[in-house]
């Protein structure tokens, strides 16, 4: 019998200490006293257990009345979306199989969302007996459970909106229930034409049905009807009270995490109308030492998997381990996490009926007559099958042949089945390696109920048929765009307007521009101007103009080594001027005051270190600074010296806000961070603390951007100490943009929210969204950029459409605002690398041949093909085919120019000129792709240290499903316009996220709103944005909203799998691109394996953090010397290997990645795209290939390995017409390994790399220093370590 675990790993000790257990053992007579203190101090403490139960639960002080922020409008998953394809095969094991047994002996059983049912003969028959549909179609049913006299069957489903409810129907046993008749012809089972065919009585061809009633009866559903209403929450695990007029189920909830914390919730099933929300909690919550109640929703951990016990108790099991109120990964489930207790609903008392030590207690059920409780829980190796007699309290093992559960999983899909005592409890039917298994009981002399013989595997057969939808998949020609000479940027930030609104300056990856609006210009703006600057090669960033002198811009710029210097640039003499005067350090904006004159007060923000520019140089003295500075005069020369010097440098504030301006003259000066505006009064002079007065000029409440126009009064009437008051406030609530009347916010938090607790006078200014919100200096028109549109509103004008605005709760107005808006689109480009690489090849070969003793002649030949690379000798794995026995080119050649391989071939001749790698028969591969990559740096200035690294391991090609989607598009800029090394970046953008984080959040409640989410994404990146991350929304019909408008932006999209099984398997079925991490039951069965392999979805498992047990980086740290690698000491943050160190080592069973390989292997041996992705786990480099050494563990070979980490990556993000093989035609990206390292041979040596290339450019892995077109150039980086 499987126990779960892939056999022939190598076991490792555990190097666990055993937790012991206070006792209150007396072992002598002096001990008693100690014993009377210990039991005196129990029963106290159980009294005030109970006198807490009494007092006022923690959940009645808390109102759930935040999320959603909009509700979803009317959807049917089942109509509303095409799923257009059938599915149709036969299985005889399942996956996760949740049953129950009714009175009658008859056993439901769900399965890929559809619920089946097998006659009670089935248990004691030797013959396979065929199991019947009885809930089938496009809703997730799950979850099936009996009332107790065997009337009603209850069970979850998504059915209409798509968030999980319970539902009930009628039973009259499977025979009746069941939705398809079965013949047999020739001995074989066999379908009947009508899928749809009803048995019972059940006219489903009857003309007098409507379209719907007749799905719903041929679906099973037409006397089903719902007893919860939830449209945010979702609930699970239905459970009839004994009299069977309630049932108690599991409510799950949100917090900033999308992971669910249970409460138990009962439901009466007598209420005709149900309102969303009805019900009433049970069992709720507890909070961590010193929580309050207004801290109830952050929660992470809450009691699940609840039972009846008699008629005022309810069992439930719970997660004792994360005490601290947040859900924690990779947690050992030897030393136990889950326990199981019984609360009495009468007296308030919670008692443990099981410990969590040794290996957990979970997934209760209780015997028919109520005495014998049944468990699952780790114990070795293996899995168990426990009973708890209730009388006596004895524990018995009775059998080890379960599958792993999922105590380490948020798993609201259970941690393990639910499973079901026959009547009489004679047995238990319970799910375990793939089949239904039948484990008999009796009693011993004690009455207690033990094993009875060996578990007897229940033989059944089911005819699986799904409808599912078209795979979302869309081709993406990157090759068409990065060969061109130019590239086009199309997100910028750091956005600032001059006084009147005629000009707006911005960064574009790392260069700082200015435009005419057309509001000044009109209709045919000219291109922007590009600002002056002393350093050509540097980055460029936080541009601001000087007020009143339109033609002055103030920029900083980024050195890795001198860290920030300012720049005063004359854009209409094409100057640019110094500022000294400022320590060394890191600074993130300087603005000059609203005043006159040539000598002005300047004001600074300085930073201290992060994990790009490092954290050990000039990290201290973070804060707000102000000096003076005169600037160039108008009749000054370009000869006049370039340097202005900062004086009276002065510090004002511990604060680092995103943005700051002076108002008032030099005498306020304002504070912008995402959530405030706050005015420092200057003028005042700090008190006896070096301290200045301030006051909040607005703030928002969930706001990712603040941005308040000051309004400036004669005579104070804000405060004793302030003349100075908000006349608008704009903010961006959920990526829309908002203005305000600033007497409208009356020192409340700004909110969009629609509803009561909205914002008066609201208006919603922005189309799809925006950011970077900037005022002009008189305050009369608001910006703000999206991708390439520059958008504008004259602020007075909203007054227009006051009536629309009050009569519109949901949008604010917006239908009448958006013509008053004013939009352009800014047009910014860059050299692309392969421009680069040409001319630098030919300036080298120019220098080269200065010296040489060829003929001008033989020189102007060579020189055709100074830009040419041609790789000789090489093992080729070229990945055309997908086939090792066709894709392996002994002796092959590789023809690179302008950025693409032209030819692939042997023995041809290579022109005069060109550059020759000899690869010496080493093997060359297409560069790896990391489809699920993570890295934190987008928002540094700084050359990226990850980038590099990335590169130095053999990484060309990065996807990252999780990235902001402004500072992330700016940072590809960066890499594609040459300022630091990295690879091609792609990513996601922003995810759209269900939980209840505000700066994520999306509700996608309409299609307006879907439009708007993928639209935000596509402005930014342009054609290389393709893809979008649905992050657990808890409504099927915000997922299938966001699919089907993705065809028409030729996106994919990759859900965040890993944690929610059922979520996941409708995320194959409804055609989602890939699914994110691993499902989180690692071994998978025949069902989903043929789901997954014929639907045409991709995975990417991430071993790395793998869901079903312990991380695959664990594996990394406990086995791998990482600190003493000399590679990674050269690329990593040497304290980011240090905390590496020290770690736990697990057993090998504690692995369960070497299950989820074993299943991928499986499904790619039937087709399945199963991508290599690392997600950005420490150290970076390595993890990829662990993860690549991962998937060999589960059974591939190491081509099958390269296999996933080239082509399969590359056709899964629709990148293979341009990356994933060695072709003619397509991008030039390929790792060199040397002739030593036989990677076909044995993947764990893959890391071992001599080059790497990146369409064309080549890199000494090493220590990527560059070989060619200009060898021997290496990036500098900034000081980020102590040595």
């Keep these: ?39 005196q101090f129990a029963s106290s403490l159980h009294w005030k257990q109970k006198a807490l139960a009494n007092e006022k639960d923690p959940a009645l002080g808390w109102k759930d009345d935040i999320w959603p922020i909009r509700q979803q409008k009317p959807w049917d998953i089942s109509t509303d979306f095409e799923h257009s394809r059938d599915l149709t095969y036969d299985v005889e094991e399942g996956t996760w199989l949740r049953l129950d047994v009714s009175p009658e002996g008859e056993i439901v059983f769900d399965m890929l969302g559809d619920i089946y049912c097998l006659p009670a003969s089935a248990l004691k028959s030797s013959e396979i007996t065929r199991a019947y549909p009885v809930l089938v179609g ?39 229930a069941a939705l398809h008749s079965y013949g047999k012809r020739n001995g074989v089972d066999t379908l009947p034409e009508e899928p749809g065919s009803v048995n019972g009585g059940r006219a489903a061809g009857s003309n007098s049905m409507t379209q719907e009633q007749r799905r719903l009866s041929l679906e099973g559903r037409s006397e089903a009807r719902l007893v919860t209403n939830e449209t945010y929450r979702w609930v699970s695990d239905p459970r009839f009270h004994p009299d069977g ?117 979970t997934r209760p059920e209780l015997s028919r007559d109520g005495r014998t409780l049944a468990f699952v829980r780790r114990v070795r190796d293996k899995e168990a099958l426990v009973l708890k007699d209730l009388t006596s309290g004895t524990i018995r093992n009775i059998w080890y042949g379960l599958t792993y559960d999922l105590q380490g999983v948020s798993a609201p899909m259970g941690t393990y089945p639910s499973f079901a005592f026959t009547p009489g409890d004679e047995s ?50 990157i090759a068409a765009q990065d060969t061109q000479l130019e590239q086009r940027l199309h997100s910028f930030k750091d956005l600032s307007v001059d006084d009147s609104g005629s000009r707006v300056v911005f960064q574009a990856a790392g260069l700082t521009y200015v435009q005419e609006t057309s509001v000044h210009a009109g209709v045919d703006s000219p291109a922007p101007i590009l600002v002056p600057r002393l350093s050509p090669h540097s980055t460029y960033y936080a541009p601001s103009f000087v007020p009143h002198l339109p033609n002055l811009v103030i920029h900083a710029r980024w050195s890795d080594t001198e860290f920030t210097t300012f720049e005063i640039a004359d854009i209409n003499k094409g100057v640019a001027y110094e500022l000294t005067g400022l320590p060394f350090g890191r600074y993130s904006s300087a603005i000059l005051c609203e005043c006159q004159g040539d000598t002005r007060r300047i004001a600074v923000i300085r930073l201290g270190g992060d994990s790009m520019t490092g954290r050990v140089v000039a990290t201290a003295g973070a804060g707000i600074y102000m000096g003076h500075v005169k600037l160039p005069s108008s009749d000054e020369t370009t000869s006049t010296p370039s340097k202005l010097e900062i004086q009276g440098l002065q510090f004002v504030s511990k604060d680092t806000p995103d943005r700051i301006r002076f108002t008032d003259g030099a005498k306020k000066l304002i504070l912008h961070t995402d959530q405030s505006a706050t005015v420092i009064d200057l003028d005042l002079g700090a008190d006896e603390f070096n301290k200045y007065k301030s006051h909040t000029l607005a703030e928002g409440r969930m706001s990712q951007e603040i941005a308040a126009a000051p309004e400036v009064h004669s005579a104070s009437r804000i405060s004793a100490s302030s003349n100075v008051s908000a006349a608008y406030v704009a903010f961006v609530d959920f990526f829309q943009v908002y203005l305000v009347e ?36 008189d305050g009369k028109r608001l910006f703000w950029v999206l991708g390439p549109f520059l958008h504008s509103i004259e602020v007075s004008r909203v007054s227009q459409c006051k009536g629309a605005i009050e009569a519109d709760p949901q949008n604010f107005g917006f239908e009448c605002i958006r013509h008053l808006l004013d939009v352009q689109e800014i047009t910014v480009k860059y050299e692309t690398d392969v421009s680069r690489i040409s001319k630098e090849a030919k300036k080298e070969f120019d220098s080269r041949s200065s010296t040489s003793d060829l003929s001008k002649q033989e020189i102007a030949t060579r020189r055709i093909n100074a830009d040419l690379l041609v790789i000789t000798n090489a093992t080729l794995v070229t990945m055309q085919t997908g086939i090792e026995d066709r894709d392996v080119v002994p002796g092959g050649m590789l023809f690179i120019r302008g950025g693409v391989i032209q030819t692939v071939g042997v023995g041809l001749p290579i022109p005069p000129g060109a550059k020759v790698i000899d690869a010496e028969g080493g093997i060359v591969v297409p560069g790896f792709i990391d489809a699920h990559a993570h890295w934190s740096g987008d928002y540094s200035v700084a050359s990226s240290w990850e980038h590099r690294t990335f590169l130095a391991y053999g990484c060309t090609t990065m996807h990252n499903p999780s990235l902001d989607n402004v500072d992330a598009w700016a940072e590809r800029g960066r890499v594609e316009s040459g300022k630091m090394l990295g690879p091609r970046i792609f990513h996601t953008g922003t995810i759209i996220y269900g939980a209840g984080a505000p700066q994520y959040h999306q509700d996608i409640a309409d299609d307006a709103e879907a439009i708007s989410a993928l639209v935000r994404i596509k402005a930014e990146g342009g054609p290389y944005s393709f893809s979008y991350k649905n992050y657990n929304l808890p409504s099927r019909a915000s997922r299938q909203r966001l699919i089907k408008h993705a065809k028409d932006l030729n996106m994919i999209v990759v859900p965040e799998g890993g944690m929610n099984w059922d979520w996941d398997i409708t995320y194959i079925i409804d055609g989602m691109t890939t699914v994110e991490h691993s499902l989180p039951v690692p071994v998978l069965y025949d069902d989903v394996i043929t789901l997954f392999t014929l639907s045409g979805t991709s995975n990417t498992p991430t071993h790395i953090v793998n869901y079903g047990g312990t991380f695959g980086e664990q594996y990394v740290w406990a ?136 369409g064309g450019r080549v890199w000494e892995a090493s220590t990527m220093t560059e070989e060619w077109p200009v060898k021997g150039r290496k990036q500098t980086m900034p000081p980020y370590n102590a040595d």
């Design 1 to 39: 019998m499987s126990t779960g675990c892939v056999k022939g790993q190598a076991p490792f000790s555990s190097g666990h200490i055993a937790k012991k257990r206070p006792s209150l053992i007396v072992t002598s007579l002096a001990s008693v006293s100690a014993a009377l203190v210990l039991w």
């Design 138 to 176: 496009v809703p997730h049913d799950s979850d099936p459970h009996f009332s107790p006299d065997g009337k009603q069957l209850a069970f979850r489903s998504d059915a209409g909106l798509g968030v999980e409810n319970i539902w009930i129907r009628p039973w009259h046993g499977c025979e009746n």
């Design 245 to 361: 007029t309630k049932i108690i189920a599991t409510k799950w909830y949100t917090s900033g995490r999308s992971l669910g914390a249970g409460e138990g919730w009962e439901y009466d099933l007598s209420q005709q109308t149900i309102a969303a929300g009805d019900g009433k909690r049970l069992v709720g919550r507890s909070l961590p030492f010193g929580w309050t109640a207004e801290q109830y929703g952050n929660q992470q951990i809450g009691p699940e998997q609840f039972i009846w016990w008699g008629k005022d108790r309810v069992i439930y099991s719970k997660n004792v381990v994360d005490v601290n109120g947040a859900w924690e990964y990779s947690k050992d489930v030897h030393s136990g996490i889950y326990a199981i207790f019984a609360h009495n609903l009468t007296s308030g008392v919670t008692e443990t009926l099981v410990d969590s030590v040794p290996g957990g207690a």
């Design 428 to 477: 238990i039917v319970i799910w375990a390696a793939g089949g239904l298994w039948n484990v008999p009981l009796k009693l011993n002399p004690q009455g207690e109920r033990v094993r009875a013989g060996e578990p007897q595997k229940i033989k059944w057969k089911a005819t699986i048929h799904k409808k599912i939808a078209e795979t979302r998949y869309s081709e993406t020609d």
């Design 742 to 777: 600033g007497g409208n916010v009356n020192g409340e938090p700004v909110w969009s929210k629609p509803g009561p607790k909205a914002t008066k006078g609201l208006a919603r200014v922005s189309v799809d969204g925006g950011h970077d919100l900037a005022w002009s200096a």
């Design 1119 to 1254: 086995n791998i010397p990482l600190p003493f690698d000399e590679k990674l000491r050269e690329f990593i943050p040497h304290s980011d290997l240090e905390v590496l160190s020290e770690s736990t080592s697990r057993p090998v069973d504690s692995y369960q990645f070497f299950n989820t390989s074993a299943s991928v292997y499986k499904m790619t041996k039937r087709g399945l795209n199963a991508n290599i992705g690392a997600h950005g786990e420490p150290p970076l480099g390595v993890n990829y290939h662990a993860e690549m050494f991962f998937f060999q563990r589960g059974g591939m070979t190491p081509y099958e390995v390269l296999r996933s980490a080239t082509r399969s990556g590359a056709l899964s993000l629709g990148l293979f017409k341009s990356i994933g093989s060695l072709s003619q035609g397509k991008l030039a990206d390929l790792v060199i390994y040397p002739p030593a390292i036989d990677v076909l041979a044995d993947i764990s040596v893959s890391k071992d790399i001599r080059y790497v290339v990146r």
